[in-house]
């Protein structure tokens, strides 16, 4: 059974507060390193990463030193660790091995010992060192070259297979990738990742290729406002690239209707609720999610926008009426806003106490 990462963040405490391993399984470019990277900076601890398929025995055992040891009187060599590894056995940190079935076995072998008794060659890790890696393998293995872990190898894993929704995406996408890319996949989910087998040699978007889309045409300027239409073509081109042909012919239309879209300020700010008036229930949660990710909900709204707030709840489909309720009232959000919501009366007079109880009670379509 897969978790999505809100999942795994809020359970991974319990396995890291007893020092276990954690495996991470999944598909690629779905954001399985970030997850990592995210837990070592919120826990204060850097992160020493390896890629497990670059490494041989040597990176493991070290080299030998030029100073001789002895034992019982006998003149011996000795090896020095690289300092991966002598950086995780005197402080703290988050070893992270990645691409750990793509390693050769005698690497893996290695890396058991180090899941199993946390010692390696001689060097015992930090006591509060947390050991952590990602694969490809797992449910979605036969897409990838990767060698299988047999029973006892995963038995020293806690094993985590992920499935990350687009929610997780979009909720680390807020502060990491332009708004326009982040609009767009919030209003076409379908072309955030390929569903589905694999063609050979065709190029299919992924969580981790719109990030690289983003940075790529983010720094270039291609995304002003003032002149995204004229660089329609080149967007074009440069999409095709990162997520293939569909996902960008898919972005360029997008485009073209940019200055059509329907912002969070023009409902909260300026009520212009009339141009939701064609919105299906997609566009509408798009909206809420938009919203949500601005966190337009933490400090008090003005009674103005209390009143559009109130003019917009009351316009909405069931389902994602109860939505944007759920979003305002969530924990860390300003209380204020649901009370004054609550009292409120649309322009159009319907009271928002009233509307609430038709929807609860199943008398609003």
Same mark, same amino acid.
Not at 266 to 273: A, E, H, L, M, V
Not at 354 to 362: D, H, R, T, Y
């Given at each position: 059974?897969?978790?999505?990462?809100?999942?795994?963040?809020?359970?991974?405490?319990?396995?890291?507060?007893?020092?276990?391993?954690?495996?991470?399984?999944?598909?690629?470019?779905?954001?399985?390193?970030?997850?990592?990277?995210?837990?070592?900076?919120?826990?204060?601890?850097?992160?020493? #990463?390896?890629?497990? !398929?670059?490494?041989?025995? %040597?990176?493991? $055992?070290?080299?030998?030193?030029?100073?001789? +040891?002895? @034992? =019982?009187?006998?003149?011996?060599?000795?090896?020095?660790?690289?300092?991966?590894?002598?950086?995780?056995?005197?402080?703290?940190?988050?070893?992270?091995?990645?691409?750990?079935?793509?390693?050769?076995?005698?690497?893996?072998?290695?890396?058991? #010992?180090?899941?199993? !008794?946390?010692?390696?060659? %001689?060097?015992? $890790?930090?006591?509060?060192?947390?050991?952590? +890696?990602? @694969? =490809?393998?797992?449910?979605?293995?036969?897409?990838?070259?990767?060698?299988?872990?047999?029973?006892?190898?995963?038995?020293?894993?806690?094993?985590?297979?992920?499935?990350?929704?687009?929610?997780?995406?979009?909720?680390?996408?807020?502060?990491?990738?332009?708004?326009?890319?982040?609009?767009?996949?919030?209003?076409?989910?379908?072309?955030?990742?390929?569903?589905?087998?694999?063609?050979?040699?065709?190029?299919?978007?992924?969580?981790?290729?719109?990030?690289?889309?983003?940075?790529?045409?983010?720094?270039?300027?291609?995304?002003?406002?003032?002149?995204?239409?004229?660089?329609?073509?080149?967007?074009?081109?440069?999409?095709?690239?990162?997520?293939?042909?569909?996902?960008?012919?898919?972005?360029?239309?997008?485009?073209?209707?940019?200055?059509?879209?329907?912002?969070?300020?023009?409902?909260?700010?300026?009520?212009?609720?009339?141009?939701?008036?064609?919105?299906?229930?997609?566009?509408?949660?798009?909206?809420?999610?938009?919203?949500?990710?601005?966190?337009?909900?933490?400090?008090?709204?003005?009674?103005?926008?209390?009143?559009?707030?109130?003019?917009?709840?009351?316009?909405?489909?069931?389902?994602?009426?109860?939505?944007?309720?759920?979003?305002?009232?969530?924990?860390?959000?300003?209380?204020?806003?649901?009370?004054?919501?609550?009292?409120?009366?649309?322009?159009?007079?319907?009271?928002?106490?009233?509307?609430?109880?038709?929807?609860?009670?199943?008398?609003?379509?």
């Amino acid at each position: 059974m897969a978790v999505d990462f809100k999942t795994f963040q809020s359970i991974v405490p319990h396995v890291t507060r007893v020092k276990k391993p954690v495996l991470l399984r999944g598909r690629h470019g779905v954001g399985k390193s970030q997850v990592i990277y995210q837990f070592a900076k919120a826990a204060g601890l850097p992160v020493v #990463e390896r890629r497990a !398929s670059q490494m041989t025995e %040597g990176d493991l $055992l070290g080299m030998p030193s030029a100073e001789l +040891a002895e @034992v =019982n009187g006998v003149g011996c060599s000795q090896f020095r660790p690289f300092s991966w590894l002598i950086q995780a056995c005197t402080e703290p940190v988050v070893l992270f091995l990645d691409e750990v079935d793509r390693a050769t076995v005698e690497v893996r072998q290695g890396i058991f #010992e180090l899941t199993d !008794s946390r010692k390696i060659a %001689g060097w015992t $890790l930090h006591p509060e060192t947390l050991i952590f +890696a990602a @694969v =490809n393998g797992g449910e979605h293995g036969a897409q990838y070259q990767v060698g299988e872990m047999d029973p006892a190898e995963l038995d020293r894993w806690t094993v985590f297979d992920v499935e990350p929704t687009c929610e997780d995406w979009l909720s680390w996408a807020t502060d990491n990738v332009d708004s326009l890319v982040w609009d767009f996949i919030n209003t076409n989910r379908n072309h955030l990742e390929h569903a589905g087998e694999f063609e050979p040699n065709k190029v299919y978007p992924s969580r981790r290729s719109w990030d690289r889309l983003s940075e790529c045409l983010s720094t270039g300027q291609l995304l002003c406002k003032e002149t995204v239409k004229e660089n329609a073509n080149a967007i074009f081109n440069l999409s095709a690239a990162f997520v293939g042909f569909e996902a960008a012919v898919a972005l360029q239309d997008f485009i073209k209707t940019y200055e059509a879209q329907v912002t969070v300020e023009n409902i909260i700010d300026d009520g212009q609720i009339d141009r939701t008036r064609e919105f299906g229930i997609n566009q509408h949660s798009a909206l809420v999610e938009k919203m949500e990710a601005l966190e337009i909900f933490k400090t008090g709204l003005t009674e103005d926008q209390i009143q559009n707030l109130a003019d917009y709840f009351v316009s909405l489909p069931s389902e994602v009426a109860m939505k944007l309720w759920t979003v305002a009232g969530a924990e860390g959000n300003e209380v204020a806003n649901c009370i004054k919501l609550h009292q409120c009366t649309a322009t159009s007079g319907v009271v928002v106490t009233a509307f609430i109880v038709e929807v609860l009670s199943g008398g609003q379509a």
